[in-house]
C-alpha cells in the first residue's frame, strides 16, 4: 500500500501535508493502483471504482501537481450544484497559493477572468459554451477531469459531454484526461477513445450489501435476515434504521411520492419514535424563512420530524438546508427523486429504492437501468462513521423479489453507447463545429467526426445521412454557406448556445407577426425545443379558454397538445412578470417554487437570445424584447425597470418604493434615509443610499 508520504517522490511535501492533516495516511488499494499506472506522471487513467472509494482525490493529486507547476485543470462536472460542491472542497487549496475559480450562468460569456486560476470547475454544458465562446485559457489545459464520465450514455447530457471531450482533447493534445465514474460496465472502450489506461476495482472502504425488503424480511444472495415488523416495510427498515443511530436515503420515482414518504414517515417519527425535537423546529423555520409556498410549508412539516423530501421542484436554499441538515445530523432520512444520485456527497448508512419503474411518457411505467440502480445504491455506507453500508430494493412478493435479486443485485450494469446521432444533437453541434473553427470543410468534419466516440463505437458513416439532413437544415436557414462556412448569423447562434430550430422558431415568427405583445414573445419562446414545457393535467381546463381569449397574441401553432403545453408555461411567465406572488403562482399550475425560478431562469436566456437575433438581423422587435428579458430576470412590471437596478432591490421592495411615490432613481435621490428606512428597513436603506451617493455600498448609478 502506498503512503501519503511515498507521494513526495512526484508532488511537494505541503500536499502531502495537507492530506495528513486531514487524516490521510496511506492511499487506498484503487488509488495505489492509479499511482503506480502514472497518474502523477501525466498519464491518462479511466477510473472506474465504487462511490467513496477516493476518485476525486486522485484528480486532485493530478490537479494540485499541475497546479504547482504553473498549469491549468479544468474539472467538468453534470451539474451547477456539483460544480459549486466541488469548487469550495477545491477552495481548501488555497494554502498552497492556487486558485479555484467556478463557470457557471451565462452562455454568452467568455469567462477569460478565469484563465487566473489554476483549477476551473464547470459543468459540460459551460466548458462548451466557453469553447464556442473563444476562451484562450481552454486552450492551455494540462489537466481534464471528466466526473461521471457514464453520461456519455445520457440522451440529454451525453452528445454535449462527448462534443466537450472530442474538442478539448483536440485543442490540447498532451493533457491529460482523467474519467471518473463508479458503474462503467465497457470500460475498455471508453478508456481506448480517450487514450487512457484503466484502473477498475470493486473495492469499497465500507462494505456493501444488496438486497431486496418483502414483508419484513431483507433478502441478500444466499442469506436472509428480519428486522422488527409494524406490517409496513417502509416505516420499518426507517425505525430499524433510526435505532441503529443510522441515517437513510429514500429513492422514489417521483416528486408526488418523494413527498408522500418524507410526510408519512415525519408523521411516525414525531409520535416519538425517532424524533428529533429542538433541531428539527429550528431548521423548519429556516425552511419557512425560504418562503411560504405549499412546498416549503410541507418541507417544514417533515424537517419538524427529522425527515425531508428532496427534488428539483425546491428552490436551490431549500435544497442546501436539506443537505446540510443530512450532513450534520439534524435529519436523518431523506426521500428524494434520483436527481440525488448523480454525484452530490450525500451517503448513508442504508438506501432504499422504493420504486424501480419510472414513468417514460409513451413508454408508461419502465424498468430503470441497472446502472441507475448502481448509482443509488453506491450511496449507502459513510467511510468512517458506519461499519457497512445496506442498499435495499422493494418487492412485493416472493416472485418479484427473486427476479429483482437476480437483475439489479446480481446483474451486470449496461454498456454505455454515444447518443451523438440524434438530430438534435447533431444540428446544435455540428453547427459549433463549424463556427468554431473545428472543421472548415467537408472532409475537414468528417475528420473531426471520426475522433468521437460515436465514431470509436461505430463506424462514423452510419451518421452520414443524418449529417446531411442537418446540414441542408443548417444551410437552407442561413446559419452555413454551402460550402460548410459558417454565416455571421451562424456564428451569433452558436454563441448564444441555442439549438439552430430554436433560432429558426425564433426568427420566422419574429418575420411573420405583425402585431408583437409580451404575450406573443412568452409563447414564442416556449414553441422552443430549448425550453422544457409545463405537464398539462386534467384540472387544467382553463388553458384552453387562455387560448381562445388570447388566440391573435399567439404564435401559430399545429399541434393543439404542444400549444396548451406552451400556453400554459407562457401564462406563467406572464404571471410572474405581472408580480403574482410566488405562492400564488405554484398553487395556480401546481408546481415547485424551483420549478417557478426554472422556467423564468430559462425563459430569460431564451428572451435575451431572442434579442440578440433580432438585433442581428433588424427585426423590428429589439428593444422590446431586451426590456422583457429584463422583466423576467426581476419577475416585474416595466414601471419598476429603472428601481430595479439598485442592488439589494428586487421586484418586492421596489413596487413598495413605486407605491411610495419613488417612481424613478431621480425621485430617490431627494429621499431621506429615514423615510427609506420606513419602507425597506434601516439596513437596506442604508445600502440604497449609498448607491444613489455612488458610494461604497454598490455602484455608482
Request: hydrophobic content about 40%.
Amino acid at each position: 500500500m502506498i503512503e501519503i508520504e511515498d507521494l513526495t517522490s512526484w508532488i511537494p511535501r505541503e500536499v502531502a501535508e495537507l492530506y495528513k492533516k486531514e487524516g490521510i495516511r496511506e492511499l487506498y488499494p484503487p488509488q495505489s493502483e492509479a499511482i503506480e499506472r502514472g497518474l502523477l506522471e501525466g498519464k491518462s487513467l479511466l477510473v472506474s471504482v465504487p462511490t467513496a472509494a477516493g476518485k476525486t482525490m486522485l484528480a486532485e493529486l493530478a490537479m494540485l501537481k499541475a497546479a504547482l507547476s504553473g498549469k491549468r485543470s479544468l474539472y467538468i462536472v453534470p451539474l451547477r450544484a456539483l460544480a459549486s460542491e466541488k469548487q469550495a472542497a477545491f477552495s481548501r487549496f488555497s494554502d498552497l497559493g492556487i486558485r479555484v475559480g467556478l463557470s457557471s450562468g451565462d452562455m454568452e460569456r467568455r469567462d477569460e477572468y478565469l484563465g487566473r486560476n489554476q483549477i476551473i470547475v464547470a459543468t459540460s454544458e459551460k466548458a462548451d459554451s466557453l469553447i464556442r465562446n473563444g476562451a484562450r485559457w481552454i486552450r492551455d489545459l494540462s489537466v481534464l477531469v471528466v466526473d461521471e464520465i457514464h453520461l456519455l450514455d445520457s440522451p440529454n447530457r451525453g452528445p454535449t459531454l462527448e462534443m466537450t471531450i472530442t474538442k478539448l482533447m483536440s485543442l490540447n493534445p498532451g493533457m491529460q484526461v482523467l474519467g471518473l465514474s463508479a458503474t462503467v460496465a465497457n470500460a475498455r472502450e471508453v478508456a481506448s477513445w480517450l487514450g487512457a489506461d484503466l484502473v477498475e476495482s470493486r473495492w469499497r472502504p465500507v462494505e456493501l450489501k444488496e438486497g431486496v425488503i418483502c414483508d419484513g424480511v431483507l433478502h441478500f444472495p444466499g442469506e436472509t435476515a428480519s428486522i422488527p415488523s409494524r406490517r409496513d416495510d417502509l416505516v420499518d427498515l426507517a425505525l430499524d434504521t433510526m435505532n441503529q443511530k443510522g441515517q437513510m436515503l429514500i429513492f422514489e420515482s417521483s416528486r408526488r411520492n418523494a413527498e408522500a414518504t418524507a410526510s408519512k414517515l415525519a408523521k411516525t417519527f414525531s409520535k416519538g419514535e425517532g424524533g428529533l425535537g429542538r433541531d428539527g423546529s429550528r431548521l423548519s423555520e429556516k425552511v419557512l424563512a425560504t418562503g411560504e409556498s405549499e412546498t416549503a410549508r410541507k418541507l417544514a412539516e417533515c424537517v419538524r420530524g427529522g425527515v425531508a423530501f428532496h427534488h428539483a421542484g425546491l428552490l436551490p436554499e431549500q435544497r442546501a438546508i436539506v443537505e446540510r441538515g443530512f450532513r450534520s445530523g439534524d435529519i436523518r432520512v431523506i426521500a428524494s427523486t434520483p436527481t440525488l444520485a448523480a454525484g452530490l456527497n450525500l451517503p448513508a448508512r442504508r438506501v432504499l429504492i422504493r420504486s424501480y419503474r419510472r414513468y417514460e411518457g409513451a413508454r408508461g411505467m419502465v424498468a430503470i437501468p441497472v446502472m441507475e440502480y448502481r448509482q443509488m445504491a453506491g450511496r449507502a455506507g459513510r467511510p468512517g462513521l458506519d461499519p457497512r453500508g445496506e442498499a435495499f430494493l422493494m418487492a412485493k412478493s416472493d416472485a418479484e423479489t427473486r427476479d429483482l435479486l437476480e437483475h439489479y443485485v446480481q446483474g451486470e450494469p449496461e454498456e454505455i453507447f454515444s447518443k451523438l446521432a440524434m438530430e438534435p444533437a447533431l444540428r446544435t453541434h455540428l453547427l459549433s463545429t463549424m463556427a468554431t473553427g473545428f472543421a472548415k470543410s467537408a472532409e475537414e468534419l468528417q475528420k473531426f467526426v471520426a475522433s468521437t466516440f460515436y465514431a470509436h463505437q461505430q463506424d462514423s458513416w452510419h451518421l452520414d445521412a443524418t449529417i446531411e439532413k442537418v446540414l441542408d437544415f443548417l444551410i437552407e436557414s442561413g446559419m452555413i454557406d454551402p460550402d460548410l462556412r459558417p454565416t455571421p448569423l451562424g456564428e451569433l447562434v452558436s454563441r448564444l448556445y441555442i439549438d439552430p430550430l430554436t433560432a429558426r422558431i425564433v426568427v420566422d415568427n419574429l418575420r411573420a407577426k405583425e402585431k408583437i405583445t409580451d404575450l406573443t414573445l412568452l409563447h414564442l419562446i416556449t414553441m422552443t425545443p430549448d425550453m422544457d414545457t409545463l405537464y398539462v393535467q386534467a384540472s387544467d381546463g382553463w388553458i384552453e379558454e387562455f387560448i381562445h381569449q388570447h388566440y391573435g397574441e399567439l404564435c401559430f401553432e399545429e399541434n393543439f397538445d404542444w400549444m396548451m403545453r406552451e400556453a400554459k408555461t407562457a401564462a406563467l411567465l406572464l404571471d410572474w412578470i405581472s408580480e403574482e406572488e410566488e405562492e400564488r403562482i405554484a398553487d395556480r399550475f401546481r408546481v415547485g417554487p424551483g420549478d417557478i425560478r426554472r422556467v423564468a431562469e430559462t425563459a430569460e436566456w431564451l428572451m435575451h437570445s431572442a434579442g440578440r437575433l433580432s438585433e442581428h438581423l433588424e427585426l423590428g422587435s429589439t428593444f422590446k424584447i431586451y426590456q422583457l428579458e429584463k422583466r423576467i430576470h426581476y419577475g416585474a412590471g416595466p414601471d419598476l425597470l429603472g428601481l430595479l437596478d439598485l442592488k439589494g432591490v428586487g421586484r418586492v421592495r421596489a413596487r413598495k418604493l413605486h407605491r411610495a411615490g419613488y417612481t424613478s432613481l431621480d425621485k430617490l435621490r431627494g429621499a431621506k434615509l429615514s423615510d427609506l428606512a420606513e419602507i425597506l428597513g434601516p439596513r437596506i436603506a442604508e445600502k440604497v443610499f449609498e448607491q444613489l451617493r455612488g458610494g461604497g455600498g454598490g455602484e455608482p448609478l
